[in-house]
């Protein structure tokens, strides 16, 4: 059995990307499926949070999470409870932030990037989903905005930007391609012939960069979503009958 999650050596706070690996959730959800609107037994899902907040080592009642609209809004998450419960979702939204000494915050993917956001100075962490829609608001660029707002500065934050469908994998059309080229730059797409493959990673990363925050600052995880079945869930290459990852982290310096 693998590690329940993966981290970032950049991060100095408790973080991680959840795997597949050390859940109870079977067949193409197996095993640490954290998507309640997947299809799953809703028990499953329940020990699948569980089993990961015993391995952060965190209270399930101090985990906020949004319902996810691949929009730019960002909601402050606060008045977490040390119980193992599941707190209900703060709302439509597709990033969160807290200030709150044991709380964390998780946004939900399968293919779109996720980005962690820590200000050790500050004291606020931030976690944001990104797709393709996301990542076209500047949802990243928006998170960064609500840190900056309550005393952040950009260039003391540090960026996570988690697994994610890579451009090995991410075939998009002609007219996507060149949407993402004008918005982001030649360098985010890769054509091929007639085939445009997409680097969304990269385009966060260019959000991140435009906002402040300093290239040495971001870790880029190469992970692919797509090509590593044995890790991870894919929206794309499972035709949208797969679960859910959760990526987290916590608020204790
Ligand atoms: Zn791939």
């Not at 730019?72 to 932030?97: I, K, W, Y």
């Not at 360098?187 to 991140?208: I, M, Q």
């Not at 590593?228 to 679960?243: C, K, L, Y």
């Amino acid at each position: 059995m693998g590690s329940l999650f993966i981290t970032s050596a950049l991060l100095p706070v408790p973080h991680g990307f959840a795997t597949r690996s050390g859940g109870v959730s079977e067949g193409r959800l197996a095993s640490l499926n954290l998507g309640f609107t997947v299809g799953d037994v809703r028990e499953r899902v329940e020990e699948n949070y569980r089993r990961l907040a015993t391995a952060v080592g965190a209270p399930l009642g101090a985990l906020h999470t949004v319902k996810q609209v691949h929009g730019d809004r960002v909601l402050q998450a606060a008045g977490g409870q040390n119980t193992p419960t599941l707190r209900p979702q703060l709302g439509d939204a597709d990033a969160l932030f807290t200030e709150q000494p044991g709380e964390w915050v998780g946004v939900s993917t399968a293919d779109c990037v996720p980005v962690l956001l820590v200000d050790p100075e500050g004291k606020r962490v931030a976690a944001v989903h990104s797709g393709w829609r996301g990542t076209d608001a500047d949802i990243a660029a928006r998170a960064v905005e609500a840190l900056v707002a309550r005393g952040s500065r950009p260039e003391r934050l540090l960026a996570a930007v988690g697994p994610a469908i890579q451009q090995c994998c991410y075939v998009v059309s002609e007219e996507m391609a060149k949407h993402f080229a004008t918005r982001f730059g030649s360098d985010v797409v890769v054509a091929r012939g007639d085939e445009f493959r997409l680097d969304l990673s990269r385009a966060v990363v260019l959000t991140l960069r435009r906002v402040g925050v300093k290239v040495a600052h971001m870790d880029v995880l190469q992970d692919c979503t797509s090509c590593d079945s044995g890790r991870f869930f894919s929206h794309r290459r499972d035709s949208g009958r797969t679960g859910r990852h959760i990526n987290f982290v916590l608020h204790r310096f």
